[in-house]
């Protein structure tokens, strides 16, 4: 009954201070009564309504205002039991296990340390409006949609505040028609209500658990597997299981219920908060009994270190007053050996820094001239660069006039050759009476012919040679000017005193027997076996 009262004072005093206008705070806690019959949910909800909407906004939270009450109990639930309430680190992270375990998500406990972090340097705990927006803001349930949130809430809630300890589907023996019937089975701490479905709407018994009750595990039959009975006074229940892992589990959550019964001991959760509470108490205590030991040595310490300044205080008194004397004695000689010695310092240092200035001057000066003569050698080779450069460039511009001029005279020749085919065709197509005459002519014009070939095939060795050459040349730009480049990068890392005009890129211009770019290998390749074809049916047709 105590506890029962602890816990509707705290929906009690949410309720009431959101009505205490004028804040007087006077609420007397012997005009509560409490009935046997006194539904507390009802109750809570009652509170709940008359408070929540002083304190939080649910626009723009990701749970319902049913979501909102639960947790709101589990606040109370949880709670401290001192005013005004506030649920700290230790209980937030058990609620919020408990309710990643329920949604089957995974425990991040990097990000909580981070947000136990922030919430120490703050107030190191929580209202009951911080911990629902916490919670409908979806910090920790990344991932989680509305409804695995709501349903972890739901569960949580029937766990904690409903003290359901296991629920699920099993078979159910009537008393009277001795049927088996499947129904949801909810397990409290003094008892074990069915209904028909997981919905909680129709209700069809309790069985009622005290000290007299137990429940013992029973063979096979009837079709039936895993089954089990819990005897009552008055009545006794089978029930059968889906697995025999299920039932195991089902019989140990009711032994357990009914061993606390025997024991008198509270629910499960209830004993839990208070051995959490107690463990905190008690580390309190610890910690406050170290820092009274601490304090305490600390005390002695000082207290020691005092004692021991005093006496190196007389002790230095006793010194300094027997050498106060001996000091005076000699006060006199030592000033002006001191003065004197002091003038003596002073010149040599003085003579010293003028000739460590010196020295330095002297070190720059060197540095200053070794960096101009290394300047001048590198001006130096990169004009040789250069001029190897321009060098190259004459060389290139050369070999492309001898390339033009020999692809000249190539297309020439083959001009003269076309004008030789078509002479010959004409002449084919002459009379029979001049044919005679002809083909001393056609001989003469196809040595003529051979020796075009022949000239022909010279021409077009010389400018494969002249493209090599071309290759060799381009080669030898290509590397004076990576040469030039090098040298520019060393000119502008010595603090840029010559800048470097860099030439742009030509690429190589293509040129065929018939001028730049008339026919490719291929086309002179069909052109020169048409010829020879016509030529051989000329020849035949002769």
Not at 501 to 513: A, E, F
Request: with cysteine.
């Amino acid at each position: 009954m105590g506890l029962l009262r602890d816990e509707l004072l705290k929906s009690i005093w949410h309720a009431f201070t959101a009505l205490d206008v004028d804040q007087s705070g006077k609420v007397s806690k012997s005009q509560l009564k409490v009935r046997d019959n006194f539904d507390i949910l009802e109750f809570n909800n009652v509170c709940w309504t008359l408070c929540f909407k002083k304190n939080i906004n649910m626009s723009h939270l990701l749970i319902s205002n049913d979501d909102a009450f639960k947790v709101w109990c589990i606040f109370n639930f949880l709670s401290e039991d001192r005013y005004p309430l506030v649920i700290i680190t230790e209980e937030i992270e058990y609620f919020l296990r408990k309710l990643m375990e329920a949604m089957g998500g995974i425990w991040n406990q990097e990000r909580f340390d981070d947000y136990k972090l922030m919430l120490n340097r703050k107030q190191q705990c929580l209202i009951a409006w911080e911990l629902i927006e916490l919670v409908g803001m979806g910090h920790f349930s990344k991932g989680m949609n509305r409804q695995t949130l709501s349903m972890g809430i739901s569960e949580v809630f029937q766990e904690l505040i409903l003290d359901v300890l296991r629920q699920g589907y099993m078979m159910k023996k009537g008393h009277k028609r001795k049927n088996w019937t499947e129904r949801w089975f909810v397990l409290g701490p003094n008892s074990m209500s069915y209904y028909v479905s997981e919905d909680l709407t129709d209700k069809k018994g309790d069985i009622l658990l005290d000290r007299n009750c137990c429940v013992e595990s029973l063979p096979d039959k009837e079709g039936k597997k895993c089954l089990f009975i819990v005897k009552c006074s008055d009545k006794s229940f089978e029930i059968s299981a889906s697995d025999k892992k299920r039932k195991q589990e089902w019989i140990q959550a009711i032994q357990t219920c009914i061993q606390l019964l025997r024991l008198g001991l509270p629910s499960p959760h209830l004993e839990a908060r208070l051995r959490r509470r107690e463990l905190r108490q008690k580390q309190q205590a610890e910690q406050g009994e170290l820092e009274e030991r601490m304090r305490l040595l600390q005390i002695a310490n000082e207290n020691k270190h005092r004692q021991l300044e005093s006496m190196r205080k007389k002790l230095e008194e006793a010194a300094a007053t027997a050498t106060l004397e001996e000091q005076r004695r000699k006060q006199t000689q030592t000033d002006l050996q001191d003065r004197y010695r002091t003038d003596l310092e002073r010149e040599k240092m003085v003579r010293q820094q003028m000739e460590e200035q010196v020295a330095q001057k002297s070190s720059e000066l060197e540095q200053y001239l070794q960096r101009v003569r290394e300047l001048e050698d590198m001006y130096h080779r990169l004009e040789d660069a250069l001029e190897d450069e321009r060098q190259a460039r004459q060389d290139e511009e050369i070999m492309r006039k001898l390339q033009t001029r020999l692809l000249e005279e190539e297309s020439a020749k083959r001009a003269e050759l076309e004008q030789i085919h078509l002479q010959q065709q004409r002449a084919i197509s002459q009379t029979q009476a001049e044919k005679q005459e002809l083909e001393s002519e056609r001989l003469a014009k196809e040595m003529a012919l051979q020796a075009a070939m022949l000239q022909l095939e010279r021409l077009e060795r010389e400018r494969h040679g002249a493209l090599e050459q071309y290759e060799e040349v381009r080669m030898k730009l290509e590397q004076a000017a990576n040469k030039t480049k090098s040298w520019k990068d060393k000119v502008a890392k010595h603090e840029g005193l010559v800048r470097l005009i860099q030439p742009g890129d030509k690429g190589p211009q293509r040129m065929t027997n018939w001028g730049p770019a008339a026919f490719t290998d291929t086309e002179l390749d069909l052109r020169k076996k048409s010829w020879q074809e016509r030529k051989n049916h000329n020849q035949s047709a002769q």
